[in-house]
Structure formats: C-alpha cells, structure tokens
C-alpha cells in the first residue's frame, strides 16, 4: 500500500506528454483504493545543474569539514535525496530519448546516487541504502521496443535503482507510439490496472 508517493517526471514536454499521463494514471491507480498520506511532485522539465568538480570536492568532504559553500552546493541533492527517502513508492515518467534516459533523469539519478547517503561500500562490493522501496517506471516510445536490445533505459534504471537498494521495480511501458498509438496507449491501461495498490 502506498502512503507516500514520490513523482519524478522527465519528460521535455508538459503538454501531451504520454509518460506524464501514464504517471497520472498509475498515482490515481495508487491512490483509489487506500488514501495516500503524501504525494510529492518533482518534475524535471528544466535542466538540472550537471556535477562539476566543486560538487565533487562537496561531496567527499566529510560531512562534518564542509564550508557554507560546500554545503550550499550539496543543498539540491540533499533535497533529492530527502524526497526519495521520504517516499515508500517512487513513480518514475522516463521518455526513451536516443535509446536511453532523457538527460535530466541522468543528472537526477547523478545527484541522489552517493556513497555513503544512498549506498556503501562494503568489503562485498556496493549495497544499497534505501531498501523496502517501491519504483514503477512510466516508459514511453515512439519506436524502440521495451525490452529489446535498442532499449538502453530499462534496465539501466532497475540496475541503478537496485543498486541504491530499490529492487521492487515495475515498468509500465507505451511502446511503438509512433505505429500505433492507440493499442500502446491501451496495453499499458491494463498494465496500470493491474498494478497493486
């Protein structure tokens, strides 16, 4: 059951947007059978700031020898992070753009993916940090099919989503929007309706 529900939209178009859609549709989905306590929005239609090398000198700084501006350059991902810890489902709208993720989803994923707040490094490789979390993943295309060997994106993202401790993940996928739009539009209904609340 979800009772805090984060949103994070990707897509460069506000208007007639398919996955902005898909994700209305899976947070009504969500919500109409047990009240969601919590639903936060953050839409990432405007260029985040891409990491530069004071970010990284941040965000190796020990937490406790950071400067006011090492903590002022770090404030954006500490926000991101926040929302996705606060959150128990984390609903994700991610165009395939070039095969991949639109490069706002990128940069999202670049600044809550941190060692030592998302994950940690053990003498066992990587673990994640933010465990008994749901992701479901709207993906829209125009031609590349879902699961084929030109998506680059789906499983680029239940990799890094695993790898922050998120393996609960669902895709909800309209592919082949550009063929036939309406039978796209239609499977992945069902597979929303499908979706437990």
Not at 69 to 94: C, F, P, R
Not at 146 to 165: C, H, P, Q, R, W
């Amino acid at each position: 059951m979800a009772k805090s529900i984060l949103v994070v939209n990707s897509s460069a178009r506000t208007d007639g947007s398919v996955t902005r859609q898909l994700v209305d549709g899976i947070v009504d989905k969500l919500g109409s059978e047990n009240g969601v306590k919590s639903l936060n929005r953050r839409d990432l239609d405007t260029e985040l700031t891409p990491l530069t090398a004071t970010w990284v000198g941040a965000n190796f700084t020990p937490a406790e020898d950071r400067s006011d501006a090492q903590k002022e350059t770090l404030e954006l991902s500490d926000t991101l992070i926040s929302e996705v810890k606060a959150a128990d489902t984390i609903v994700i709208g991610a165009p395939i753009y070039n095969f991949s993720v639109p490069g706002v989803l990128k940069l999202w994923i670049d600044l809550i993916c941190r060692a030592g707040v998302t994950f940690k490094y053990t003498e066992n490789g990587p673990v994640g940090l933010l465990e008994g979390k749901r992701a479901i993943v709207a993906v829209a295309s125009g031609g590349v099919k879902i699961g084929s060997e030109a998506d680059f994106m789906t499983n680029y993202l239940k990799f890094v989503l695993g790898f922050i401790g998120i393996h609960d993940v669902t895709i909800i996928g309209a592919d082949g929007l550009m063929a036939d739009q309406d039978e796209a539009m239609k499977n992945a209904s069902e597979a929303i309706e499908k979706l437990a609340a």
